[in-house]
């Protein structure tokens, strides 16, 4: 028989008006339909409580034994109780669920939601009035009955079953699969019985799943109550104990609370957070305690019962633990969340209770607001950590508090408010639009400057809130609007104040429960090994239910590509922000993920799926840099709120400052200006105490120095453009440099936007050693100073380090180049590697797709640098390429002047002299001599123009330290014969670097290109660059190696000048400039334009000219004893000087491949006739074998091209290394890239 005892009722709990009666017989007659009326009673609560202990021992306590239901009519119920004692461990109150029939409407029964699940022991209170009877009102909810009650009912009428444990179950509202299954328990033990089968060896440990509030730790008590009474275990005594508290102890508490039990005959022990037994934090004294708890389970089986009790997710880990745990626990029971009508039943009796029967509310209890709340309260019904009753608790502190506000405010005005009533607004809130108006968050949001993007998102957000409003009021869904943000941006744009806000905003609108802010950093959530970073996001989740949860930089949190191994660590805490985090409405929590878009995306892409559902990645809260105005506002606020002045100079250079700033790739926003004015602070700490004590001011205004201490550098670009790149180029590409700034001061002037108007993406193209990196060093300083860059540093790189290894990483490695050397310039030599090849096509589209995006626009310089014919090649394949870069800066080679003139200026870098000062006298014969051979060094393949200059300048310093070792004096004066010597040793290391081994081994040298008229003289630095540069060397031509060396003879020591003929054609002027030449002299050829698209990968290059410093006795000697060589050498070679001339006039157009190089042989002959003719009339005999044995290897080297000919004849369309040919610009080129022919 069920009993009553002291007032402490379980959620959904149905109790009667008055928890005692005086009498032993009590009617209830019908008042009106479906109610029922009770008779208030005498005896008090003390009554029932005086001789109750507090303790877990079993104590008697009053109780009613119900005697007879009847049922007079079909409207009322008659209930016939009478007093006794009976002896409980724990109270339990009695509730009546009596309902005519399924079709009727419930009796009118007062009801307590209070939830009694934790408490274990009864707390003797103070007598209270008793609770006036709860008027009847119909559940404006669909109210469905009992099932399980039905079938006991059904039950206890045909078979007679009576159990007074069944009995108060039913009472209780839903929990319909816990009491099926108490109905269960009972109809197996009532089988065993009838088969004579004894229960010892029958388990009935259970688990309790579900949420807080559902009346778990009641029903386990209940479930002890219940097993004692239909004979499972001999006692109902029952001890509760937590998961925590076990794992602590270890298997020696488990041991003592099992014997516990044990002493006391038999009884259940209650496992709250049973999952804690066997979690990845707890050290191994959890797993032994449960080890120990499975082995006392199966050894006293009908006297021990355990009741384990935690979340659904977390119990099946605890499953895990042991395989015999599921045999061991045959029974689970799930408490599932109340219904909106159990809601408001909950809602209603606290109401009742709480206020002693004496609260109204707006509409009734029945009304529309108290419909809106039950509905809100259940959108987080089914999320994990749904507090069903105890949420219904919270549920009135929050409408208590609002109604406290009212109160006080109607008070403050002089009125006197009814204390007694609820409103509409202190039920379901006030109207947000009410609220936004007196939200000091909002105002403040709105006063922020900049955040276009994230207001109007925010007031989308309000507008969509006071929508929802509205459709409440007329009971229809509202739409879904889940808490959970991403921001994203880049640092300083405010972020963090806007997260801020945005949880007060929240909390005013009654969304949070309490809306403050808390920051955490990705580490806060990563623990020291696997199974600590869980626990610690569970904690952190845990505390901050009802606020704002911020977690900044969250894209560390990325566990990395799904395809590799990931990180476990991190991926554990996305999971567990997964399981917790449910992103519906009603979910009292707002978690915002702060950080890079471009990263915070690929975080989503690689974590667990359900994380994309919880957060609005589709639509996040984008904080954009602030632009300048914005930046200047900023400042401007800041120097107002630190009592700061500058002069209108100083606020020009500061919007300069910040300007630059842009630029770069992580520009800090509101950071940078905090950066800049604390600068500036300090700069003008600085000039004041420069100055004399007495004239040290503390509140002058900041001046342009105080910002830039360099502020003037842009007045002065023009100076520091010469002095930075004089003598180091050419003028003209000075003189260009010079424009580009003046241009900048001229739209500062108009107030144009120079980024607009002066050019940053460059092309420089010239051979190497021609100036083009250290322009490019400088331009960093020039643009600088422009105002135009954030830094003057140059990023250098070349094409390889744009081009991956393997798939996919080429993109991200050039893009990753691309944002470091945003606000600097970038320069990217040997350009000429991206022009073939996947990997070098996807650098270029990363280029191209990065410099045309608007927020990259104008922010960095951007230098290709490379051969002139590579450079064209390139752009002609890439017009999306050409398109970007349309400043092109040709690099011409040095002119012997010009390296003569850095030849000294390295000398004058090192304090030393020249003899007679020769290099600077221009007409003196050493400088003659310097100028001749610095003509046939640059002659020779492989010259690097100034880079071979400077290495010279060294050799030469080297040398000279060398020889004046041993000298006493410290004279640094080099003489012209030391000089010369040096640059004919570089001369001859050039000349035996340029061999190639034939078929037979005989040494020959590269053929040069047929060319239509003789080479002009080397423009001098002086001089407009109007030529662009010579081919290159390939490499597969000239080798190093060989017996002898490349035989060229140049004359710089002659006594006197030989007698020429005059040519036709020529001025005084130029013959004396041909008089001055080399002798023979076949300068390198000076392409057209079309030309030169070809020149660098041509398969011939010039021939080098014959080096002779001095007579060699041997040659001498060999000439004196064979004299009658000579003559017949000298009648070949005017044979051979006629076939090449008739040669030259029979085939002026050549019409094949074989044909160009057939011509270029004979020129070369020609030459070698010229070479030796010029020899003979000059009177230089010894020279005359030098250059026969010259000619005839230049004979042998024609034999072996026509055997090479013929071999290809039979294969026109390939070259001579079997590549085929493709048509390029100019010309065509062999697929193996080593051999060019132009067009005909």
């Not at 496992?271 to 120990?292: P, R």
Request: hydrophobic letters at 35%; a negative charge; glycine letters at 6%.
């Amino acid at each position: 028989m069920p009993h009553i005892s002291d007032r402490e009722y379980p959620p959904g709990f149905l109790v009667p008006p008055d928890p005692a009666f005086t009498s032993t017989s009590s009617s209830l007659p019908s008042t009106s339909a479906s109610s029922v009326s009770t008779a208030p009673s005498s005896l008090s609560d003390d009554a029932c409580r005086e001789d109750i202990e507090v303790t877990s021992k079993p104590v008697e306590t009053p109780r009613l034994d119900i005697e007879s239901i009847q049922r007079p009519n079909g409207n009322s119920i008659n209930i016939t109780f009478s007093l006794s004692k009976a002896t409980s461990s724990s109270p339990f109150a009695l509730g009546v669920n009596a309902h005519t029939s399924p079709d009727e409407s419930p009796p009118e029964i007062s009801h307590s939601g209070h939830s009694d699940e934790g408490d274990t022991d009864s707390e003797v209170s103070e007598p209270e009035e008793p609770v006036p009877p709860r008027p009847y009102c119909k559940n404006p909810f669909q109210f469905c009955p009992s099932p399980a009650a039905e079938e006991w009912e059904k039950r206890k009428a045909a078979r007679g079953e009576v159990n007074e444990v069944i009995d108060r179950l039913m009472r209780y509202q839903g929990l319909e699969e816990v009491k099926q299954q108490f109905l269960d328990i009972k109809s197996k033990v009532d089988i065993c019985e009838s088969q004579g089968r004894s229960l010892n060896r029958e388990r009935f440990n259970v688990v309790f799943q579900g949420n807080p509030g559902t009346g778990k730790t009641t029903f386990a008590r209940l479930y002890a109550e219940f097993l004692h009474s239909v004979g499972v275990i001999n006692s109902s005594y029952f001890k509760e104990t937590a998961g925590i508290a076990l794992a602590v102890k270890g298997a020696e508490g488990a041991q003592d609370e099992v014997e516990d039990i044990l002493n006391h005959n038999g009884g259940v022990l209650f496992i709250d957070e049973a999952y804690q037994l066997t979690a990845a934090y707890i050290e191994a004294l959890g797993k032994q305690a449960l080890d120990f708890l499975l082995k006392a389970m199966e050894d006293n089986i009908g006297k021990l019962v355990v009741v384990f009790v935690g979340y659904k997710e977390e119990m099946e880990s605890f499953f895990e633990h042991n395989p015999g745990l599921t045999s061991r626990i045959p029974w689970t029971m799930h408490f599932a969340d109340f219904t909106d009508a159990e809601l408001w039943e909950i809602l209603y009796d606290n109401i009742h209770v709480g206020y002693r029967g004496n609260m109204r509310v707006d509409g009734g209890m029945d009304g529309k607001p108290m419909r809106i709340a039950v509905r809100r309260l259940a959108q987080s019904r089914g999320n994990r950590g749904f507090g069903n009753a105890r949420a219904v608790e919270n549920l009135i502190g929050q409408i208590s508090s609002r109604q406290a506000r009212r109160l006080q405010k109607l008070r403050v005005q002089g009125k006197e408010p009814d204390c007694n009533f609820f409103t509409q607004e202190d039920v379901i809130g006030p109207d947000p639009s009410d609220v936004l108006q007196s939200s000091h968050a909002w105002n403040e949001l709105q006063k922020l400057i900049g955040l276009d993007t994230v207001k109007k998102n925010v007031r989308t957000m309000m507008g969509m809130i006071q929508k929802n409003y509205r459709r409440e009021l007329k009971e229809i869904k509202p739409f879904q609007l889940p808490l959970n943000q991403l921001f994203l941006g880049p640092p300083g744009t405010g972020k963090t104040t806007v997260a801020k806000l945005y949880g007060q905003i929240l909390n005013d609108l009654g969304l949070l429960t309490r809306g403050d802010l808390i920051v955490k950093n990705p580490a806060d959530f990563i623990g020291e090994c696997l199974g600590k970073s869980e626990a610690k996001t569970r904690k952190i989740l845990e505390a901050t239910v009802g606020r704002v949860l911020v977690i900044d930089e969250a894209y560390m949190l990325d566990p990395g590509d799904p395809n590799k191994e990931q990180d476990k660590f991190k991926t554990g805490v996305l999971d567990t922000l997964v399981s917790i985090i449910q992103g519906v409405p009603g979910e009292d929590r707002c978690i915002i993920f702060v950080g890079y878009e471009d990263r915070i995306r690929n975080m989503f892409h690689n974590a667990n799926p359900g994380l994309s559902r919880r957060f609005r990645v589709d639509r996040p809260f984008r904080f954009q840099n602030f632009t300048i105005n914005q930046l200047l506002q900023v400042m401007q606020l800041k120097m107002e709120q630190k009592d700061l002045s500058c002069t209108p100079e100083a606020w020009e250079v500061a919007r300069d400052v910040l300007e630059r700033a842009l630029m770069r790739p992580n520009f800090g926003n509101a950071g940078d200006v905090d950066n800049c004015l604390a600068a500036a602070q300090m700069n003008f700490e600085q000039r004041q105490s420069a100055k004399p004590l007495h004239e040290q001011a503390c509140d002058d205004d900041l001046q342009p120095q105080d910002f830039d201490p360099d502020w003037d550098r842009i007045s002065r670009g023009a100076t520091d453009c010469q002095r930075l790149l004089s003598g180091k180029v050419h003028q003209n590409i000075i003189d260009k440099f010079v424009n580009y700034q003046k241009r900048c001061l001229g739209a500062r002037k108009y107030g144009f936007r120079p980024r607009d108007l002066v050019p940053t993406n460059f092309v420089f193209a010239g051979p190497a050693g021609t100036g083009k990196s250290t322009a490019a060093c400088q331009m960093g300083r020039i643009f600088y100073n422009m105002g135009l860059l954030s830094a003057p540093e140059v990023v250098e790189h070349s094409a390889s380090d744009l081009i991956g290894q393997y798939v996919g990483q080429t993109s991200p490695k050039t893009r990753k180049l691309l944002e470091l050397a945003s606000g600097k310039v970038l320069f990217i030599d040997e350009v000429h590697r991206l022009a073939s090849g996947q990997f070098a096509a996807e650098a270029v589209d990363e280029l191209v797709g990065f410099l045309t995006q608007q927020e990259n626009a104008g922010k960095m310089v951007v230098i290709l640098a490379g051969y002139q014919s590579d450079i064209r090649n390139l752009m002609s394949n890439r017009p999306d390429l050409s398109g970007l870069f349309k400043e092109e800066i040709a690099f011409d080679e040095l002119s012997p002047e010009d390296c003569v003139a850095i030849l000294l200026r390295e000398l004058d870098a090192n304090r030393i002299t020249t003899e007679s000062d020769f290099l600077r006298v221009r007409e003196s014969r050493g400088h003659s001599n310097v100028r001749k051979l610095f003509k046939a060094l640059i002659a020779l393949p492989g010259w690097s123009n100034a880079r071979d200059v400077k290495y010279l300048a060294t050799q030469i310093l080297g040398n000279f330290l060398e020889s004046a070792a041993d000298n006493t004096t410290s004279d640094r004066t080099l003489s012209a014969d030391h000089v010369e010597a040096c640059i004919m040793d570089m001369i001859t290391l050039s000349t035996n670097r340029c061999k190639k081994l034939g078929d037979d081994g005989n040494t020959a040298l590269p053929i040069s290109p047929p060319h239509a008229n003789n080479d002009p003289e080397p423009a001098t630095l002086e001089e407009t660059q109007a030529s662009p540069p010579p081919p290159r060397i390939d490499p597969a031509i000239c080798t190093p190696g060989g017996d002898t060396a490349c035989d060229v003879d140049v004359n710089v020591n002659t006594q006197h000048k030989p007698d020429r003929e005059h040519q036709p054609g020529l001025s005084k002027s130029k013959q004396r400039e041909r008089d001055d030449e080399p002798v023979p002299n076949q300068r390198r050829s000076q392409h057209t334009n079309d030309t030169d698209a070809q020149s660098s990968d041509e398969t011939h290059v010039s021939i080098p000219r014959a080096l002779q410093r001095q007579q060699s006795p041997k040659v001498e000697q060999h000439e004196k004893q064979e004299p009658s060589s000579r003559p017949q050498s000298l009648h070949n070679s005017e044979e051979l000087e006629h076939q090449a001339s008739l040669s030259e006039h029979q085939v002026p157009v050549e019409a094949t491949w074989e044909q160009r190089k057939r011509r270029a042989t004979q020129v070369q002959l020609q030459t070698g006739v010229t070479k030796i003719n010029t020899k003979t009339n000059s009177g230089t005999h010894t020279l005359v074998l030098r250059a026969r044995r010259w000619l005839s290897r230049l004979l042998k080297r024609g034999r072996k091209r026509e055997k090479q000919e013929t071999r290809v004849s039979s294969h026109p369309g390939r070259c001579e290394a079997g590549y085929a040919w493709n048509a390029v610009p100019g010309g065509y080129r062999c697929e193996g890239r080593h051999h060019f022919m132009p067009a005909s």
